[in-house]
């Protein structure tokens, strides 16, 4: 695997604006917290390191409307049409908003001003890129997973700049605007990175004395792997803890079902499943507490293990309609022996425990998954993204600058 070019990367002025003269960033990814964790970190630096002034441009129905909110950024929100997995009258219920997305979201434009775009994906990301090109404002797209997705595919012709997370990404796009930067990591998480997982585990509850599996299917949650996971719960409390992070919308059903197979168990043996719903800002602390992760292959989670140099199970998102670029992520992992991959269609309580099992006996085989995780860890994947929209941001500062003197040199001449 390449190292970052950091030369490829403008370099920006850091130094405190006026506030009149404030870089101004438009900053958009949702949906899921896949894209909007990475879209913040990136808000985030650009605001506390660059002195900018972020606008967040969200879906109405996304995740984005309480996290962003919560990490203290003004949120504007569009009704941004959506290609679900399958056809049903909401499908098609949704793609008869997009043009109602793309007008909303030039009008956040005009009213923002911003001397840059960011997007981070998902289905908000397109009206808020057309609209960046459609006012002349500089556009920098982040694909987060190996293949592009559908919107960064209808993004890729009009943006000035394109940064991709996998090395195995760059064929899809066009060299001389694309660079290899990594996937933006929080904050949180790269503040327990190395950390002594026994610390973490008390801080969360839990025994040092046991190893802890977490097992999450993302911020929308995956029933599959809730299902595996409560089939093998007899048989894996034997062993280990398990912090269960089921999804707000499976929650109910996967602690029904959770506590009748528990119930047989002796209450000290009980006391080692932990389910709930979500977790925000525990998730850094639970991942570092981890001696091995279950979950789907998102671009996000992969950046996180890599950083924590966590060994997993993945079970990557199955292909549908729409497509999922997640079996493209964990082959890329698996490739390099960074995890062991169990696809969603071979998914049981069986397999899963067996998988467990396989990775638990021997603790060297272990170590190398780890190490190798380690291995494609970018932590300044943030800071060089922001100094990379902070380049265009300049630029296009600068070029307004000199069109202004021009017009009125010309206007003086007059």
Known sequence: MSTNNHDDIEQADTQERPAAQRMRILVSGGGT?????PALAVARELQQHYGAEILY????????????????FPLVTVHAGRLHRYWSARTVRDLAR?????????????TFGPHAVFTS?????????VAARRLGVPLLIHQQDVPPNLANRILRPVANRISVSFEASLPFFPKDRTRLLGNPVREEVLAVAGSDPRVQKRALGFSPAFPLLVVTGGSQGARHINA?????????LERFQVLHISGQYTYD??????DEQVRGLSPHVRERYRLVAYLSAEMPVALAAADAVIARAGAATLAELAVLAKPSILVPLPPGFGGSPQESNA????????AHVLLDKDMTGATLLAAVSDLFTAPEARIQMAQAARAFARPRATQDLAAAVVGLAQAYIEERRKQMVLNAIQKASR
Do not use: C, M
């Not at 917290?33 to 964790?37: L, P, R, S, T, V």
């Not at 994906?121 to 890129?129: E, F, Q, S």
């Not at 595996?228 to 894996?236: G, I, K, Q, S």
């Open 33 to 37: 917290g896949g894209h909007i964790y």
């Open 57 to 72: 441009l969200g879906d109405a129905d996304g995740l984005e409307t309480r996290l962003v909110p919560e990490a203290g």
């Open 98 to 110: 997009v043009p109602v997305g793309f007008v909303e979201a030039q009008r956040h434009l005009r």
């Open 121 to 129: 994906g998902g289905y908000v990301a397109v009206p808020a890129g």
């Open 228 to 236: 595996a996971t409560v089939a093998a719960l007899p048989n894996l």
């Open 253 to 258: 059903e996967t602690q029904a079902a959770a």
């Open 331 to 338: 082959a890329t992992f698996a490739k390099q022996g960074a």
